[in-house]
């Protein structure tokens, strides 16, 4: 799932993304121009989220080339299982607690565009639809 997550690009990639049914997710934590820093995140759970909220721009890689201005909590604090089986509490802010939210919720069968308007979601996905008859979103070929 990490090379997945890199190879896409992504700064985050849920099981469910790849087909696997389980509640697994991985996210890029490096800050700017760092070197990789992968997490993996297996039962993870959103223990707090802030009152303080934040709009930016988000998409998905099972929803490509389409961006919407969600809003959600600008911090949250998250507890998981890491690969060493250990548990983790960690507290996320910006593009990081964004990220694991987006993530947790693929975990529950929600997307980016189940935070917007019907309406809206309703045009996205119409669009979608067209592109993906068009061939638009073919699989990468290796
Ligand atoms: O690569 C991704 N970028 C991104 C940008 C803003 C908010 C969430 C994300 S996650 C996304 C990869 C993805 O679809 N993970 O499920
Ligand atoms: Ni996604």
Redesign the pocket.
Known sequence: MIET?YD???????AP?VGVGQRI?VMEMASEEDEQSPIVMINPEILWTSDETDE????????PGHFCD?TRPSAVEVRYMDLKGQIVENTLER?QA??AQ??ID?LNGKL?IDHISRLKRGLLVKKFKKELAAGKHRPKQP
């Open positions: 997550m896409a690009p992504g700064i985050g990639l849920a993304q997710a930016a721009s988000e998409g998905c890689l099972s929803f969600i593009l964004r990220c987006h993530e693929h980016f």
